[in-house]
């Protein structure tokens, strides 16, 4: 069976409610916003703020324009403070790419030649045992085959033929 959930919490009245005018709600809702850090909710606070400031006539609408047009402005600098941050680590990113590419390269590069100097060494016949020696009795040239073979068929058969 499952748990019962807990009753909702009962808030009590300790007074009869005030009813507050727009502009002590303005004056507390301003006091508020400025404890907040920057942040997505602040900004629409303090639209909400400016609109009833505007409202009760605290604030005139030209200032509350200009408060907007001050954010737009503050959002678009930091907008392009974080894509400079983000264009300069992309940068950085694609440089030490293009560097371990390029190290790699140089490495590969190298390893050819040293792999060129060694065969042409082992070719010259200068490998003194600091690596595996290779076996050239496998080699043919042309005319190396010996022209009496008793393992051929052929060869009997001119042997009997003989007797």
Do not use: W
């Amino acid at each position: 069976m499952e748990k019962q959930l807990s009753p909702p919490l009962l808030i009590e009245p300790l007074g009869p409610p005030t009813k507050i005018s727009a502009r002590q709600t303005f004056t507390h809702l301003s006091t508020f916003v400025e404890h907040l850090p920057p942040s997505p909710q602040r900004t629409q606070l303090e639209r909400l703020a400016d609109a009833l400031g505007v409202q009760v006539g605290a604030i005139a609408p030209s200032e509350g324009e200009a408060r907007e047009k001050k954010r737009e402005a503050e959002r678009a600098a930091a907008r392009a403070e974080r894509r400079r941050t983000r264009e300069a680590a992309r940068a950085a990113e694609e440089e030490a790419e293009a560097k371990d590419d390029k190290d790699a390269l140089e490495a590969a590069i190298e390893g050819e030649a040293e792999a060129e100097a060694e065969d042409e060494e082992e070719e010259m016949g200068q490998n003194l045992g600091d690596g595996p020696i290779m076996d050239d009795r496998g080699d043919f040239e042309y005319g190396d085959v010996p022209e009496d073979d008793e393992d051929e068929p052929d060869n009997e058969q001119v042997a009997m033929e003989e007797d």
